[in-house]
């Protein structure tokens, strides 16, 4: 079993910063690759960016692309998502995921979400 566990949530104005962490938890973390993803109210649960296990290779979708950078410390159990420019749109639960791959679609855990607000 794996626990994931999402921390830096929080109220911020647009064009500020924030950085979510996703601890992990209850297996070998190097395994996995680290997916987040987000969900704001009404809509789908959208992919983010990911990261392969050794952290060499990183993924993200168009509208975050230059404005977030997805890194992990093996060391720590931890991957990190760093937001800076932050528009209204970014208004989302964020969940982090583990899987097999960072290119795939398929996560087998997930965390509990934490909450990013963007203020106009």
């Known amino acids: 079993q794996v626990q994931l566990v999402e921390s830096g949530g929080g109220l911020v104005q647009a064009g500020g910063s924030l950085r979510l962490s996703c601890a992990v938890s209850g297996r070998t973390f190097s395994i996995y690759a680290i997916g987040w993803f987000r969900q704001a109210p009404g809509k789908e649960h959208d992919f983010v960016a990911s990261?392969?296990?050794?952290?060499?290779?990183?993924r993200y979708a168009d509208s975050v692309k230059g404005r977030f950078t997805i890194s992990r410390d093996n060391a720590k159990n931890t991957v990190y998502l760093q937001m800076n420019s932050l528009k209204p749109e970014d208004t989302a639960v964020y969940y982090c995921a583990a899987g097999g791959d960072y290119s795939g679609s398929a996560y087998d855990y997930w965390g509990q979400g934490t909450q990013v607000t963007v203020s106009s």
């Open positions: 990261i392969s296990q050794t952290g060499s290779r990183t």
